[in-house]
């Protein structure tokens, strides 16, 4: 501990030398905090010499960080990342959503809710700032429960600690064969087990969708071609048009993906049929739960009314109207 008459780093010290954590780079570290390279140089060499400690080692071709670097850029971030919440929740106190939502939505609901929500948005919260970055479950989650993210659209259970989990609606998943294929031309609902008999083409690693067509296939003793992976649900669906295998697509996707391919054909399973819940989940410890409670609401609203393929959950907040498991009443996973 340093005596208490040391200065304490200022927090623009404690940016300068995030940027070029981040960055490894000084040129592209005061390029992105819109300050010179020579004040930003200063910035840091300033914070080292308030800790009395090197934390990065400078080259003329790169910039490297001490240890003692990686382990102050780690506190750097959650002090910013303090202060930042701090100056949000006291704007809020005086005027909700005065400053950004950052939202991640996972690729595979993205295309599908994205167009019944972006409008609503506007309309409903003309101050609302948001901004949405769409990546795997894994990226989002990471990111939620580091700051960068601030709400997440994805499917639910996360099975992580500290969020609050909102179920907006359920859907059934639907068994994409190409159209001169056998089942094509079966009538009736599915059993799950059929897949056993099936290729079955998936999205690569890392994707939610893929896990749960994984599950559903080892429940029955299904495999999967692991020679045949897809980066994308257009990509997948284009592969089961052309003869590839068969696959899981969730129904909101259908009317997007399946209406061009007249080489595809979809079925149904027996209830109850596999398939996923989607929801928001956010940081049981914000300071902005009520806002992000608002706007799980207006999304329960929005795609309930739009008519989508699915079945809603209770309205968030309520006490569930039995419409679609799980209950719609927000779920806080305990904090670690």
Known sequence: MFPISDPAPTLAQLRAFLAVAEHLHFREAAHSLRMSQSAL??????????????????????????????????????????VDDLMGEAAHSREPFSTPVHLGVIPTVAPYVLPVLLPMFGQAFPLLKLTVHEAKTETIVEELREGRLDMVLLALPTETTGLVEVPLYHEDF????????????QSGPLARDVLKDLDIVLLNQGHCLREQAMDICREVGARATAATYATSLPTLVHLVAGGLGVTLIPESAVPVETGK?????????????????????????????????????AVHAAVAGRGLPVRMAARPGTDGDGTSPPPGSPVTAPAR
Do not use: C
């Open 41 to 82: 140089s200063s910035a840091v060499s300033a914070l080292e010499e308030t800790l009395h400690t090197r934390l990065l080692e400078r080259t003329t071709r790169k910039v490297l960080l001490t240890p003692t670097g990686e382990q102050v850029a780690v506190h750097a971030a959650r002090v910013l990342k303090a």
């Open 174 to 185: 639907l068994l994409a064969v190409p159209q001169d294929h056998a089942l094509a031309r």
């Open 261 to 297: 391919h007249a080489r595809l054909a979809l079925r149904r399973f027996r209830a109850p049929a596999p398939g996923r819940t989607i929801g928001l989940a956010y940081r049981a410890s914000s300071g902005r739960a009520a806002e992000y409670r608002r706007l799980a609401e």
